[in-house]
């Protein structure tokens, strides 16, 4: 029996193309006040134009040469620091606001999130997700080998709240890394599909795949009836 849902963070909860958009504008900002720098609204052109082409490693160096400014490898880094650092613009969904809700007054809930920190706690604060969880897991705080697919970050979770693997469902949506160490300790694994997430790649790594499919949040009180 199902007694805790965990969720994941991003393309889970909220499109996180949402953050991408937000850190995109904050460090456009940033840039603009630069000395020859462009106008911001063209700098941030340049860096969704390679977001959307699928540059996800090497963005701004690639925006920095098209627009023309020189850098070096120090204002890299202060415009990732900007990024990470930065205060979303990001708003909870109405369907993810109004399951949690639903499912607050029937199971335990928790979050379970990958990701460098402070972002996400800030994506936490921002979407005003304290008040639903029992438990918030930062992988990152236990060090950047536990994030998924460790099960560090799972294991953790249990202990925290003397869970049963087979009394909890993990919700997430990236089959590359989500799915593989709740698989392993035995949780119910659910992926939900969002229209506009990022990470559409699948998996041919066996025990990579979740139990279920779901393609919108709003479909997750029913399933978990159902189990």
């Not at 193309?17 to 603009?32: I, M, N, P």
């Not at 379970?112 to 997700?129: E, I, R, S, W, Y």
């Not at 049963?164 to 890394?177: G, H, L, Q, Y």
């Amino acid at each position: 029996m199902i007694t805790t849902v965990v969720f994941d963070l991003d393309d889970t909860l909220y499109d996180e193309v949402d953050y991408c958009r937000s850190g995109f504008t904050s460090v456009s900002e940033f840039l603009a006040n630069l000395p020859g720098a462009p106008i911001a609204e063209r700098i941030f052109d340049c860096f969704w134009k390679q977001f959307t082409a699928g540059n996800r490693t090497k963005i701004f160096n690639t925006a920095l040469e098209e627009l023309g400014i020189d850098y070096d490898e120090k204002l890299v880094r202060e415009l990732v620091k900007v990024y990470r650092n930065h205060v979303p613009e990001i708003t909870l969904p109405a369907d993810s606001r109004d399951v949690l809700c639903q499912l607050k007054g029937k199971y335990t809930l928790a979050l379970l999130t990958d990701g460098f920190l402070p972002a996400q706690q800030l994506k936490v604060q921002a979407l005003g997700l304290e008040k639903y969880f029992k438990c918030i897991i930062y992988t990152e705080q236990l060090g950047r080998d536990c994030w998924k697919p460790s099960v560090a970050g799972f294991e953790k979770l249990m202990q925290t709240l003397n869970a049963r693997p087979e009394t909890i469902s993990f919700v997430a949506d990236n089959e590359k890394k989500d799915f593989i160490a709740p698989n392993k300790l035995g949780f119910l694994t659910i992926q939900i599909i969002r229209p506009a997430r990022i990470h559409t790649e699948s998996s041919a790594e066996s025990g990579a795949a979740a139990r279920y499919i779901i393609h919108k949040i709003s479909e997750l009180p029913g399933l978990l009836e159902k189990i």
